[in-house]
């Protein structure tokens, strides 16, 4: 039997996992290595698992969402990804569906909560 | 950094080949930067430390990294693999069962219990060999990614079976006629010189053999092999439908045939004795010295032409309902449901 907190944690790794996607794709319009792109969805609010975050990437790319290229100019190599232009229409799509979404959630949790 | 090092080559050992030597880089520099961000100066063998441990251990990183979904036997094809599994062992190990019992009435010499531990611990190693080849069997199906249903084609609501269906195949009905077409596959190849008369004469029992079916045992086990063949059909299908009816008197008359090929059989021989006709037969009864082995043989090869046209008749009439069952489904649609309203 779960405790709780880990039914909660779970539930909210799950909410999560659905917007890492077009939360990544929005902040990489410019090229990003994967550390910088954690410090800003940091900074903005956004706590992202470094473990979550590689793979997710490297999937993107291999969905051709991404391109990414090495660039060795810096202290050490880095891999630079940056949304693809089957990527930006994808996200396009995305926030659209998104917003909806929101303002749903909003009108069902908020009359719920009156 | 050492320690740094140490980890991403453990990362490397478990991540897929494809990109290995690209996501090494790419963590390392990684892990690099967050220490450098982290702790000003030389970082220590603590703060490495502290670090990888909330980074996750190597074989927890690599597997992020390999595509979701890894199964042997995956949601979609393990339905079926339960179902073949379940069936294919009950249907073995019945068979070994009574393969065992017919060599335990023919054996003459005593059983110890060590011969029964044998015949037990050599059944067990076969069920486990048969699990085995079934999940091979799976697992390439798996790996080849093949669906037990085509998901391209569309489902069809109004083909739904209804809820008292009798068109659904009783699947322990089919389980047992493999079971037994099994026992008698066995027996043809196996065990082709104890088919016969068998006489009880204290002490010893004697078998006197049919000499007739020996001719036809390759025809006997075809005709039972795709008789074997059309069950699995149905277990597969699940559903008696035109195809299914189709294969099933298909191989009905195919057994129809070599019935009468074995029946004809045993009316020559019997004709050859002067024993031909079934109430010359009834005469011998009377007559009948049962030392004498030539006479038994005569009354066992009737016993085996009236057995082979039981067999026949019950054939042929439930050929015969499987036509009328097809030609009916041709015409009747299944009824709709009204619902109130």
């Known amino acids: 039997m779960m405790t709780d907190t880990a039914k909660h944690e779970k539930l909210t790794q799950e909410l999560r996992r659905g917007i890492l996607v077009l939360a990544a794709l929005s902040q990489l319009k410019s090229a990003k290595y994967g550390y910088a792109l954690i410090e800003e969805l940091s900074d903005k609010g956004l706590e992202i698992d470094q473990g979550t975050l590689y793979p997710l990437l490297r999937r993107l790319e291999d969905q051709g969402l991404l391109e990414s290229e090495w660039n060795v100019e810096g202290s050490r190599p880095r891999r630079y990804y940056k949304i693809s232009?089957?990527?930006?229409?994808?996200?396009?799509?995305?926030?659209?569906?998104?917003?909806?979404?929101?303002e749903v959630m909003k009108k069902l949790l908020l009359i719920d909560k009156e | 950094m050492e320690l740094i090092d140490r980890y991403v080559h453990e990362v490397g050992r478990h991540l897929p080949r494809k990109n290995r030597a690209d996501i090494q880089v790419e963590l390392q520099s990684t892990?690099?930067?967050?220490?450098?961000?982290?702790?000003?100066?030389?970082?220590?063998?603590?703060?490495?430390?502290?670090?990888?441990?909330?980074?996750?251990?190597?074989?927890?990183?690599?597997?992020?990294?390999?595509?979701?979904?890894?199964?042997?036997?995956?949601?979609?094809?393990?339905?079926?693999?339960?179902?073949?599994?379940?069936?294919?062992?009950?249907?073995?190990?019945?068979?070994?069962?009574?393969?065992?019992?017919?060599?335990?009435?023919?054996?003459?010499?005593?059983?110890?219990?060590?011969?029964?531990?044998?015949?037990f611990s050599g059944m067990i190693g076969s069920v486990f060999t048969t699990f085995g080849i079934i999940v091979i069997v799976f697992a390439i199906l798996q790996y080849f990614e093949v669906k037990p249903?085509?998901?391209d084609e569309e489902w069809d609501p109004s083909q739904l079976p209804q809820i008292d269906d009798e068109e659904t195949v009783s699947r322990g009905g089919r389980v047992a006629e493999i079971t037994f077409s099994l026992v008698i596959i066995a027996i043809l190849l196996f065990l082709p010189d104890k088919i016969g008369v068998v006489l009880v004469l204290n002490?010893?029992?004697?078998?006197?053999?049919?000499?007739?079916?020996?001719?036809?045992?390759?025809?006997?086990?075809?005709?039972?092999?795709?008789?074997?063949?059309?069950?699995?059909?149905?277990?597969?299908?699940?559903?008696?439908?035109?195809?299914?009816?189709?294969?099933k008197i298909g191989t009905n008359l195919f057994s129809i045939y070599v019935l009468i090929v074995l029946l004809s059989g045993h009316n020559a021989w019997l004709a050859e004795q002067g024993a031909g006709g079934f109430f010359s037969f009834l005469e011998m009864?009377?007559?009948?010295?049962?030392?004498?082995?030539?006479?038994?043989?005569?009354?066992?090869?009737?016993?085996?032409?009236?057995?082979?046209?039981i067999a026949l008749i019950v054939i042929s009439i439930e050929t015969i309902a499987l036509v009328y069952k097809l030609i009916k489904s041709f015409f009747v649609r299944p009824t709709t449901i009204n619902l109130p309203g």
């Open chain 1, 85 to 102: 232009q089957a990527g930006e229409e994808l996200l396009q799509v995305l926030t659209d569906d998104w917003l909806t979404l929101v």
């Open chain 2, 31 to 119: 892990l690099a930067d967050t220490l450098e961000d982290r702790v000003e100066g030389e970082p220590t063998q603590e703060d490495v430390e502290q670090l990888l441990k909330e980074f996750g251990s190597p074989q927890q990183v690599a597997a992020s990294y390999w595509p979701q979904g890894q199964y042997l036997i995956g949601p979609s094809l393990f339905p079926l693999f339960r179902m073949v599994l379940g069936i294919v062992l009950l249907v073995f190990v019945i068979v070994q069962l009574v393969l065992f019992g017919i060599a335990l009435v023919f054996n003459q010499e005593v059983l110890t219990f060590l011969d029964v531990l044998e015949t």
């Open chain 2, 149 to 151: 249903d085509s998901e």
């Open chain 2, 203 to 247: 002490p010893f029992t004697e078998i006197i053999l049919n000499p007739v079916i020996r001719t036809y045992i390759p025809l006997l086990i075809v005709s039972i092999l795709l008789g074997v063949f059309v069950d699995v059909l149905l277990l597969w299908r699940g559903r008696w439908e035109t195809g299914t009816r189709l294969a």
């Open chain 2, 285 to 309: 009864l009377d007559e009948i010295t049962i030392s004498n082995q030539e006479s038994v043989l005569i009354i066992g090869m009737h016993a085996f032409r009236l057995a082979f046209s």
